[in-house]
């Protein structure tokens, strides 16, 4: 097929389904809940749905897929991405992993709820695996029904896409569709069952392969089938690593290492928490995976989390995910320790994540001010400060770094007039006391003289900061406000925020109001300030 063409018709998709060649599978056709030994995945088909709809999809993704503009728009795809109809070269299957589950070993957990399609070797070459989420129950589902809801779905499609366009690596959505069925969700636990939308998400990603994958075939001494994923996962996901050996193994280990440091910067830099960083929802590519209980950072608080699941440990807080994500590598350097059998270089290469992310979150904290370079003498302190009186009362996180932007470095500005630049930042305004003015003046005074030390006008540098410090993110209440109205059947908001969301770091005048702080209302609303991992 010459490259110029675009698919027309769906069943024109090549899929290359090398995992399911390579490696073993269950071999009992029954989809019944179960423990899976000795196998990566279990073949299932989707649940039919009554009355699939077409909500929303990502363009760009279909660009991936090299699809025609009308197809996404067409009967069949909604047939298709609703999981009623497979086209020529579709294989769906469930995959096996297992995970630590808020720092405690929790065995087999595995797709319970994610149907993978195959992948697709696009017109690029590039392989994309397409995963269905909500299609169904599968031999992993455990007590559950396999199947999602509209809100989880509108979150986990829209964030994707807000991520990417943020410039994160991330597992991408490509379509959003009502299945027409109710599912019954106790959205608290708190004794409330009610019936909702069904929603099936579509994602797209290089390979879904999570920490977990790993974990399980370790924690049953399954070894040669961890050989077996391992080798697979380098050869097909790491190729420029060479064929695997334990060299490889270690090198492999460290370049988790480093992607997975890369991605914990770029989450901190925009104010993303996960919400449930769990190893089973860490991505061997380093790609945000997972879109639960996930939040947005209005107030800088390094202690929020939205997951009330986790309100009382707070295990995985804004503030937290860097050291997280280092305990998760540890465990997965526990896990394919038996291919390695010496600690010394997996130790190595967890060291590596730690100076990795000392430096790439240097760069990215000087980015967010405008500095050429972090200048760790000057910087240090500079830094520790500002983050003291950013969550010393309420601040908007994204608000504040665009307004530090227009901050003139000029000697002779006038303190009074900085802060009242910065003044749409503060929630209360009434916490700007004498007392924290008079620090925040300092504050602004030694950031003039750090500016003045670099070679930069002030138009040059807000024009780098704002390439970092985004205006929109999808704040929590932004995407529950979408939710609320596809609740009623009306998915412009969906569109709209989509479309906001491809452009982040852009002005976008008329846009504005999405870039407000957080309204009062929204502060203590479920969906908005917490969210639980029911979905
Ligand atoms: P999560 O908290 O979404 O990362 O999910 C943890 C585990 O629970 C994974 O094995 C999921 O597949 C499974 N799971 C979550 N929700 C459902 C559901 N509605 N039905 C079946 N399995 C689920
Ligand atoms: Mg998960």
Redesign the pocket.
């Given at each position: 097929m010459s490259p110029s063409r675009k698919i027309a018709h769906l069943d024109e998709l090549v899929f290359d389904n090398r995992f399911l060649r390579e490696l073993p599978a269950d071999p009992e056709p029954l989809n019944t809940r179960r423990q899976v030994l000795s196998a990566c995945y279990s073949r299932v088909q989707p649940v039919k749905t009554a009355k699939p709809h077409y909500v929303a999809h990502a363009q760009e993704v279909a660009e991936l897929l090299n699809l025609s503009e009308q197809l996404p728009l067409s009967e069949d795809f909604t047939q298709v991405f609703s999981g009623n109809r497979l086209t020529p070269g579709m294989e769906p299957h469930a995959t096996c992993?297992g995970?630590h589950?808020f720092g405690n070993w929790a065995g087999q957990?595995?797709?319970?709820?994610?149907i993978y399609l195959g992948d697709v070797i696009n017109h690029r070459g590039e392989r994309l695996t397409l995963q269905l989420k909500?299609a169904g129950?599968?031999p992993?589902?455990?007590n559950?029904?396999?199947?999602?809801v509209l809100r989880s779905s509108v979150r986990e499609f829209l964030c994707s896409e807000a991520m990417h366009h943020l410039g994160i690596p991330t597992t991408r959505a490509f379509s959003l569709l009502l299945t027409g069925d109710t599912v019954v969700r106790d959205m608290f636990y708190n004794g409330n069952p009610k019936p909702e939308p069904g929603a099936v998400v579509c994602r797209v990603a290089p390979s879904f392969t999570r920490f977990g994958h790993f974990q399980i075939f370790a924690a049953r001494r399954e070894i040669e089938l961890l050989k077996q994923l391992v080798d697979y996962t380098i050869r097909t996901d790491f190729p420029h690593l060479g064929e695997p050996d334990r060299d490889t193994y270690i090198a492999w280990f460290k370049e988790v290492c480093l992607s997975t440091a890369d991605l914990i910067v770029h989450w901190q830099r925009v104010g993303f928490v996960h919400g449930?960083m769990?190893t089973?929802?860490m991505s061997i590519l380093g790609l945000t995976i997972?879109y639960?209980p996930y939040g947005w950072i209005d107030n800088y608080d390094p202690d929020w989390t939205p997951n009330t699941t986790d309100s009382d440990e707070r295990r995985y807080r804004f503030g937290n995910q860097p050291q997280i994500a280092f305990w998760n590598l540890g465990q997965l350097g526990n896990a394919i320790y038996s291919l390695i059998e010496e600690v010394e270089p997996l130790q190595e290469a967890l060291s590596s994540y730690r100076e990795r992310f000392e430096t790439s979150w240097q760069t990215m904290v000087a980015q967010k001010l405008g500095l050429i370079a972090y200048e760790q003498q000057t910087d240090d302190d500079l830094c520790l400060e500002l983050f003291d009186l950013l969550k010393a009362i309420e601040t908007d996180m994204s608000i504040f770094y665009r307004k530090l932007a227009l901050i003139s470095k000029n000697p002779n500005s006038e303190p009074e007039n900085d802060i009242n630049t910065l003044m749409e930042a503060y929630y209360l305004p009434e916490q700007l006391t004498a007392g924290y003015r008079s620090r925040l003046t300092r504050w602004l005074m030694n950031y003039r003289k750090r500016l003045q030390k670099d070679d930069l006008e002030d138009e040059q540098r807000r024009i780098t900061m704002n390439a970092v410090n985004p205006k929109y993110v999808l704040r929590n209440y932004l995407a529950q406000q979408a939710i609320d109205k596809a609740g009623e059947g009306d998915f412009a908001m969906i569109h709209e925020l989509l479309d906001l969301m491809r452009h982040p770091y852009d002005e976008q005048p008329g846009k504005e109001h999405f870039a407000v702080k957080r309204p009062d209302w929204a502060r203590r609303r479920p969906g908005c300030s917490m969210l639980s991992?029911s979905?």
């Open positions: 992993y995970g589950q957990l595995g797709d319970g709820r994610a909500g129950p599968t992993y589902s455990r559950a029904d396999g199947l999602a449930v769990n089973d929802n997972d639960g991992c979905s």
